[in-house]
């Protein structure tokens, strides 16, 4: 299991309540057997709640249609101390129009 493990790399966090199952499967404790589960289903849920929000399709507040991008603008850059670093914080206009209700949508949003 190490050597599969460390294969994946990055992808050790969700591997992990895997590796902690079956290095107590020989104990016979159900109760670590259920919240090795739970952790598992949960990273898996967090994981794709996050990918649904980050790569998800912006949708029309009235009529809940998926809106197309019309285009990206950058509007500014700024400069944001964090952790100990200097980041820069990008923002960007995002033009979006609903084909269904021929409405058009200005979304501003900062990224690093």
């Known amino acids: 299991m190490n050597k599969i ?3 994946l790399g990055g992808g050790t966090t969700l591997l992990s309540p895997i590796g902690g199952y079956l290095s107590y499967k ?3 404790n159900h109760v670590l057997t259920i919240v090795f589960l739970l952790t598992f289903i949960l990273s898996v849920a967090v994981l794709i709640t996050n990918l649904i929000n980050k790569y998800g399709k912006t949708k029309c507040e009235t009529c809940k249609q998926p809106m197309r ?5 950058s509007v500014g850059q700024e400069e944001v101390f964090r952790k100990g670093q200097f980041v820069f914080l990008h923002t960007y ?6 084909e269904h209700c021929d409405k058009d949508v ?4 900062k990224k690093n």
Do not use: F, G, P, S
């Open 106 to 109: 200005d979304i501003i949003k």
């Open 26 to 28: 020989n104990l016979e």
């Open 5 to 7: 493990i460390n294969l």
């Open 69 to 73: 991008l019309l285009n990206k603008t």
């Open 93 to 98: 206009q995002y033009h979006y129009h609903c």
